[in-house]
């Protein structure tokens, strides 16, 4: 356990870093389900002249974690910036969202493709139009049977024709040819084969059992703190976790779960990393696999 009290925290903004040893730095970083992207609140003390870096549209990187095990927890976009006075300190406040947004903000989408063109393909080209590199597309080895336009309404933006066009159509094939339209959507992202999503400014189109990390076990010698059961009444079952800051918590992880209220395998729903004073943790919502 000695090696979690050791902490580590480095922020990048465009070429300028800043440790934790040099700069005092507090951070809220969080994401669920229900979010179009996820969101971060930095602030950093006396930035004097470093802070010509701090402006909107810049790339920021966020390392946090302990000396021996540490890791990417935000990567994105500045918003806004503004500093606060507290006493003799200056506090400058950072609010950025995660590349997803960028799926979100491109240009709409309006293109047709020719019978034979690999989804693969589709999917490349909609995360370059948002100016997102590739992490990994698994190929679901399907092409297009005939022409087909993807796209083509106002709100048709990279995202909207992955999540709304594309993914329910490769999961329809790989469902026995079952075709997710409209409000059929929903059903599709529940029970589908694939998924997609942009994580460390990276675009991923995967299978739902892929695993870019190993399963995080939580348990009283790795740090957790405390469970609580929010499940509501007649719905799925939910619980609540506190832990030691945990990088590697995020959006869909698998853990493993060790406690005297509930143990078993969980996916992460929502998650929240906090730096703040002498908080150093890590909370997440989780449902059972």
Known sequence: MSELFNRYLELQVSSTLIMFDDLDIEFVIENDTETTAGQAEIAVYNLGSSK???KKDELVQLKAGYRNDYGIIFYGKIDKVWDEREGADVKTVV???DLTKQLYKAKPICKKYPKGTPITTIVQELFSEAAIPIGKIDDPNITLEKDRVFGCRTTSTPHTVLTEEVLPFVNGQLLKGVQFDGGLCKLAEETGVYTCYVKDGMGYF?????KDIAVIVLDSESGLME???VSEEGGTSAYRVRCLLNWKINQDSIIQLNSNVVS???KVTKFKHV????EYYTEAEVSPL
């Open 52 to 54: 010509s870096a701090f």
């Open 95 to 97: 609010q950025a969202s």
């Open 206 to 210: 995967v299978r739902k059992d892929f």
């Open 227 to 229: 469970v609580q059961d």
């Open 264 to 266: 078993g395998n969980f």
């Open 275 to 278: 730096c703040k004073g002498e």
